[in-house]
C-alpha cells in the first residue's frame, strides 16, 4: 500500500474523531443557551406579573378647614309672648269686637258675655246682704241694751252672753254674704273678656250666641288667641360640641323661609346651660326683633352662627371615607408604599367634603375612591395626587 493511501485513510480518520469531539460540546453548548434563554423569560414574566399584581390608587392630600366655624341650625320662629284667652263665667257670647289679625292693646275689649243666671245670682246675694245687715244692725243695739242692763241687774248675765254671741254670729254671716256677694261682682266682671297685653288676635274660636263654659277644663272653650310678635324668639338645640362657644349676647345671622337670599339680625338671649342626654344638645333662645310685624310666629328659620372652631380641622373629600365594623376609616399610603387603614373622627359632614379633627396628619397622602380589595400592608403603586379633590 502506498504511502498515499494511507495518509488519506489517516486524515479521514482524524476528521471522524473531531466531529466525534465537537457534537456533544455543541449540543451542550445549545441547551446551555436554551436553559438560560429559558430563565430569562420566566424572570419576564415574573416582573410582569408583579407589575401588574400591584394595585394603582390615586390618592389625595388633606387641606386646613377654617378656623371659624359656620353653625347652622333649624329652628321655628314663636311669639315671644302667647296667651290663649278662656272664659272665667258661664253664659252666651253676646259679642265680639276684635277679630283676626286685630292689633289690641292690653285691657281692651275682645267680646262680652250674657250671664243671666249669674246676675239672678248676684241680685239675690246682694239682698241678703242687706238682710244681714239690718240684722246685725239690730243685733248691735239690743247687745247694746243689754249691757247697760246688766249694770243695774234689771237682766241676766245669760241673757247678755247670748245677745253677745247672736251679735257675733250675725257679723259672721253678714261678712259671709259681703264675701258672697264680692264674688259674684267678681265673676260678673268677667262678663267682658279683655286682651292681657298688647298684641295681636291670632285665632278666634268663637261667635254670637255660643254656649261658654267658664275654665279651660273638661267644656272649656279657647275663645281667642293673642300673641306678641314685636319681638320673636327662635328656639335652637346646639349640638354638646358646641355648647361651650354659645353664649348670651353671641350674634347670630337668621333666614326665614318667607324671605328667600334676606339674613335678620338676631341675639342669643339665654340657653338652658344644661345638655339633654337623651339628644345631647343644649336648648337655646335666640330673640329676633320684628318692630314692623312682618316676620310671622310658626315660620321655619334657619340661625347661621359664626363660632371659632376650638381646633382647625382637615378637610377630606368624602370619597376617602370607609365604612367598617372598626368606624370611620381612611386608608393612607406610607412611605413604603403600603396601604395603612386609621380611624377618623368627623366634625361636620358638609356634603362633597368632611371636616376631620383627629385621626389624620396634614401630609399624609389618602387614597380617593379605595376600593374593597384594598387590606392592610397591600402594596400599591401611587398615581399623580389630584390636586383639585378638596374643596377651599
Not at 294 to 301: H, M, R
Request: glycine residues 6%; contains cysteine; hydrophobic residues 40%.
Amino acid at each position: 500500500m502506498s504511502s498515499t493511501t494511507q495518509d488519506s485513510r489517516a486524515t479521514a480518520g482524524a476528521r471522524r474523531l473531531l466531529w466525534f469531539l465537537l457534537l456533544p460540546v455543541s449540543l451542550g453548548t445549545l441547551a446551555m443557551f436554551t436553559l438560560r434563554a429559558r430563565a430569562d423569560a420566566n424572570a419576564r414574566v415574573d416582573a410582569v406579573t408583579k407589575t401588574l399584581a400591584v394595585q394603582h390608587v390615586s390618592v389625595v392630600h388633606p387641606k386646613r378647614g377654617d378656623s371659624v366655624a359656620e353653625l347652622d341650625l333649624p329652628g321655628t320662629t314663636e311669639a315671644f309672648t302667647e296667651s290663649p284667652i278662656f272664659a272665667r263665667t258661664n253664659g252666651y257670647l253676646r259679642s265680639w269686637t276684635k277679630d283676626i289679625g286685630a292689633q289690641v292693646k292690653a285691657g281692651e275689649l275682645l267680646a262680652q258675655i250674657e250671664t243671666p243666671e249669674l246676675d239672678q245670682q248676684l241680685s239675690q246675694a246682694q239682698a241678703m246682704l242687706v238682710q244681714s245687715d239690718a240684722n246685725l244692725k239690730l243685733a248691735k243695739i239690743t247687745a247694746s241694751r243689754y249691757q247697760d242692763l246688766i249694770a243695774s241687774h234689771s237682766v241676766a248675765q245669760q241673757e247678755v252672753d247670748q245677745n253677745n254671741q247672736n251679735l257675733a254670729m250675725l257679723t259672721a254671716s253678714r261678712d259671709a254674704a259681703s264675701a258672697e256677694t264680692q264674688r259674684l261682682e267678681q265673676l260678673q266682671a268677667f262678663e267682658k273678656v279683655c286682651a292681657p297685653f298688647d298684641g295681636i288676635v291670632t285665632a278666634r274660636n268663637t261667635d254670637i250666641g255660643d254656649l261658654i263654659n267658664s275654665g279651660s277644663a273638661i267644656g272649656g272653650k279657647e275663645l281667642f288667641r293673642v300673641a306678641r310678635i314685636d319681638t320673636l324668639r327662635i328656639f335652637v338645640n346646639v349640638p354638646e360640641d358646641y355648647s361651650g362657644s354659645v353664649s348670651p349676647g353671641m350674634h347670630a345671622s337668621v333666614h326665614i323661609a318667607g324671605y328667600p337670599g334676606r339674613a335678620f339680625s338676631a341675639t342669643v338671649a339665654r340657653s338652658a346651660n344644661a345638655v339633654d342626654p337623651s339628644s345631647r344638645t343644649m336648648r337655646t333662645e335666640i330673640d329676633i326683633p320684628n318692630g314692623t310685624g312682618k316676620l310671622l310666629p310658626g315660620a321655619y328659620a334657619n340661625a347661621t352662627f359664626q363660632l371659632r372652631a376650638p381646633m382647625v380641622p382637615l378637610v377630606l373629600p368624602s370619597n376617602t371615607l370607609i365604612f367598617q365594623t372598626a368606624g370611620m376609616q381612611v386608608g393612607i399610603v406610607d412611605r413604603d408604599n403600603r396601604v395603612a387603614f386609621r380611624n377618623i373622627t368627623i366634625a361636620r359632614d358638609l356634603g362633597t367634603t368632611v371636616e376631620v379633627i383627629s385621626g389624620l396628619q396634614a401630609n399624609d397622602s389618602v387614597i380617593a375612591n379605595p376600593s374593597d380589595s384594598l387590606t392592610e400592608g397591600t402594596q400599591v403603586s401611587v398615581q399623580h395626587p389630584q390636586s383639585n379633590a378638596v374643596g377651599n
